[in-house]
């Protein structure tokens, strides 16, 4: 959803700056947006959670049949699921926030913001839907590089840019609604909640196209796929795949809305924190990729080491980002790739659960570019999963290993 609030919201302009504040008699404070900063030292960024609407009764549902803000505009009718108790908000507040938000300082460094900054919210778009302390916009926030607004009303997870830090036009806030569904003290949550933050602090399309940082490939027959081909996210491609003439990470093209581009293309990078995530829990790895992206934007510095490891796709060699997962019913890549459905369970690439090949049988005739089994027109895999209908093992609801059921597979531990 991010890049469509991207799009809704181009008549709005650009995100506000962030104004640092004139010095006052007696007061330590900045100069004008003029101010340039000292060639400091960089630290890991600081990120504050202002939740002002998850302190208000009026603006999340107590219980289901009540009508509250979606904080996209509208007032909906709230369903059982849609029920923030107190649990929940300790849940989201205490637990999966913080921890999403130590992912990103462990792994990004920032030129820090003298503070205090008075933040600025524009009048279109979902930012003011949401509750900005008037002190935020008055005497402003110290002592942090980035701000975020929170709440959990009916409906999907999202978030929006608000407001860009003056000097580097670094994303300084933005808001975030949790779909309350999601807030479970889980290490999945966690990782949802850090991949909505990377967005947040500008991992999109739009901004890294406007930075200079993709380019396109044509594929023969298809249409374009975009990549990331900035110097460090290169090099990345390059070691990860063992291959020197990658050109870059492509973007994922599937999916029917321009909100799947601003996310790793799920064929190649399938365990990335960034790559678009589903209903079940997956690795979602803060892997160099992120991090090298982050980095190739210059308003952030890597923490390089601690990197996450995924193993999808490492050492593959050149050929994997361009040849069929599948060539006459042999699968090229068997360790990410399967070719035949059976009564077996597997485990998951990424080792978080046991599942089933995702091999499918289609009512029509398959588009050529899907059709990796010879003479089987409409055999491929799911189109659910978008690895560009590649067959993978697939997990179930019932095969989690986090949540999932005894009885459904056994010899193993759930929990």
Same mark, same amino acid.
């Given at each position: 959803?991010?890049?469509?609030? &991207? ?10 700056? $962030?104004?640092?504040?004139? +010095? ?7 100069? @004008? ?17 202002? =939740? ?11 219980? =289901? ?27 989201? %507040? ?12 462990? *792994? ?8 205090? $900054? ?24 110290? %002592? ?12 999907? #997870?999202? !978030? ?9 036009? *670094? +994303?300084?806030? =933005?808001?975030?609604?949790?779909? +309350? =569904?999601?807030?479970?003290? !889980?290490?999945?949550?966690? *990782? ?43 090099? $990345? ?13 492509? %973007? ?91 009564? !077996?369970?597997?485990? !998951? ?26 003479? @089987?027109?409409?055999? @491929?895999?799911?189109? &659910? ?8 093992? @697939?997990?179930?609801?019932? #095969? ?16």
């Amino acid at each position: 959803m991010f890049d469509e609030l &991207e799009v809704k919201d181009e008549n709005k302009g650009v995100a506000e700056s $962030v104004v640092y504040e004139l +010095p006052k008699p007696g007061e330590r404070r900045l100069k @004008a947006t003029t101010y340039l900063l000292n060639d400091r030292d960089w630290a890991p960024i600081r990120i504050k959670v202002s =939740a002002e609407d998850l302190k208000n009764e009026s603006m999340y549902c107590k219980a =289901a049949g009540e009508k509250r803000p979606n904080f996209l505009g509208e007032l909906v009718e709230c369903e059982e699921t849609d029920v923030i108790t107190e649990a929940k908000k300790n849940d989201l %507040l205490k637990t999966i926030l913080p921890e999403a938000i130590k992912l990103h300082a462990d *792994r990004l460094l920032v030129k820090p913001v003298p503070g205090p $900054v008075v933040v600025s919210v524009p009048s279109k778009g979902v930012c003011p839907h949401f509750t900005v302390p008037e002190e935020h916009m008055t005497r402003g926030v110290n %002592l942090t590089d980035f701000v975020l607004y929170v709440a959990a009303g009916p409906g999907a #997870t999202f !978030t929006s840019i608000c407001s860009e830090e003056s000097i580097e036009d *670094r +994303p300084f806030s =933005a808001v975030m609604n949790f779909e +309350p =569904a999601r807030i479970l003290p !889980t290490r999945y949550a966690v *990782r949802i909640a850090a991949h909505e933050i990377a967005h947040a602090l500008g991992f999109s399309f739009r901004r890294m196209r406007e930075l200079e940082m993709t380019d396109y490939f044509d594929f023969p027959g298809e249409k374009i796929k975009y990549q990331v081909n900035s110097k460090m996210t290169r090099n $990345v491609s390059q070691r990860h795949y063992n291959c020197e003439e990658s050109r870059g990470a492509f %973007l994922e093209e599937e999916g029917g809305t321009w909100n799947m581009v601003s996310h790793w293309e799920r064929r190649d990078a399938k365990d990335e924190l960034m790559s678009v995530y589903f209903d079940l829990p997956g690795a979602m790895l803060y892997t160099a990729f992120t991090m090298a992206a982050f980095e190739d934007m210059k308003y952030f510095r890597a923490n390089w080491g601690k990197e996450e490891t995924m193993s999808w796709g490492k050492d593959a060699g050149c050929e994997f980002q361009y040849i069929n997962c599948v060539e006459d019913k042999k699968s090229t890549y068997p360790s990410m790739f399967c070719n035949s459905t059976s009564e !077996t369970l597997k485990c !998951t690439s990424d080792r978080f659960a046991l599942g089933e090949c995702s091999l499918t049988t289609y009512n029509n005739d398959l588009p050529l570019k899907y059709r990796y089994f010879l003479r @089987a027109r409409k055999e @491929a895999g799911s189109a &659910e999963t978008l690895t560009d209908r590649c067959p993978i093992i @697939a997990p179930t609801a019932a #095969t989690v290993c986090t949540n999932g059921k005894e009885e459904s597979m056994p010899g193993s531990r759930v929990g």
